[in-house]
């Protein structure tokens, strides 16, 4: 299991990824404007200074059509495998996405460690 500091990193990331992947690239202002917060809020739950709150959270995933229950569970999961098509971000996806890469490294070698003990 990793520490809630690197659990709110990783959210942060993901917020990121989710904005900056789509064909029409989300603002953090229009983010913001949806959650009702200011842009820097987002910026600092992008780089994990602030933690999200679970009612945010929730309106994130629903604003990018994120199942919330399935990307929670994805997120405490240690296996980390998912398919494609479940509505949650997979490794592969944000391994391809180059702001991405050094999250997925963590993750890929907090599953290989796990799978040795």
């Excluded at 690239?25 to 994990?48: C, P, S, W």
């Amino acid at each position: 299991m990793i520490d809630s500091k690197q659990f709110y990193v990783n959210i942060g990331k993901w917020i990121r990824f989710m904005r900056e992947s789509r064909k029409v690239r989300v603002t953090q202002t229009k983010l913001a404007n949806y959650l009702g917060i200011t842009f820097q809020q987002i910026q600092k739950y992008e780089h994990g200074v602030n933690c999200i709150s679970a009612y945010n959270l929730f309106k994130v995933c629903k604003f990018f059509g994120v199942d919330y229950a399935k990307q929670i569970q994805y997120w405490m999961n240690t296996d980390l495998t998912t398919s494609v098509g479940t509505g949650v971000v997979s490794i592969k996806e944000i391994s391809e996405h180059p702001t991405m890469r050094m999250d997925a490294a963590y993750w890929i070698a907090r599953k290989n460690a796990e799978k040795k003990t």
